[in-house]
């Protein structure tokens, strides 16, 4: 009986991926880039780092990432500051669900880990997880299956008892490659062929995931 679930946090637990794209548009329009969807959309579910590397790879037009990032990681934490970290439909109800019904809760962020743990206190989340691994606390970023690997060798699960929960293809290609119930609930990408094959169900929200959880366990 699988009774683990790994949730991965931007664009599942929190609805945060269209704000930040908006900052991000700002920026890059001070540089007369254009639309930013394609480089924003590599940078989802990734390390800070791995955003750093790729972008100096491939958009050498545009400033190192760390100067790139300044203004939309400013705006973003004063749009939380005035408004709250925004939460996906039905987050808490399914959390409630799962501690309810005996289920170990993990998250599995790119973020780092103590702006994690910030960003869950705040909502009033934190206590819901009984593991919280960060980015940084690894050196390779998803899709390498590792941060996965490590979030369920803290739960005490063996992967292939454990529920993971994603948005991003390259989250789904990580959980899948840790060898994990891979459930993609999709935010701003779309589902494609490889996602449809490399998860075990595609679900419209959280509510779905409740139902296929505690229906499927």
Not at 106 to 119: I, N, P, Q
Request: net charge negative; charged share 25%; hydrophobic share 40%.
């Amino acid at each position: 009986m699988k009774k683990t679930v790994i949730f991965d946090m931007d664009g599942v637990i929190f609805d945060t991926e269209s704000v930040m794209k908006r900052f991000w548009q700002e920026e890059a329009d001070r540089y007369n880039f254009g639309d930013i969807t394609e480089l924003y959309m590599k940078c989802v579910g990734v390390t800070e780092q791995y955003c750093e590397e790729m972008m100096a790879r491939d958009y050498p037009e545009l400033p190192p990432f760390a100067e790139f990032k300044a203004r939309p990681f400013a705006a973003f934490r004063q749009y939380n500051e005035e408004h709250g970290m925004p939460m996906k439909p039905h987050v808490t109800e399914l959390l409630t669900a799962l501690k309810q019904n005996g289920f170990t809760i993990g998250l599995a962020s790119s973020t780092y880990l103590e702006t994690v743990r910030r960003e869950l206190s705040q909502a009033g989340l934190l206590s819901f997880f009984d593991v919280v691994i960060g980015g940084d606390l690894l050196s390779r970023s998803k899709p390498a299956p590792d941060i996965y690997l490590m979030a369920c060798e803290k739960a005490g699960t063996a992967p292939e008892d454990a529920y993971a929960i994603e948005d991003s293809y390259n989250g789904v290609r990580s959980a899948s490659s840790a060898g994990m119930h891979t459930i993609m609930v999709p935010d701003m990408l779309p589902p494609t062929e490889e996602m449809e094959r490399l998860s075990e169900a595609i679900l419209p929200d959280l509510a779905a995931v409740q139902a296929y959880l505690l229906e499927t366990r």
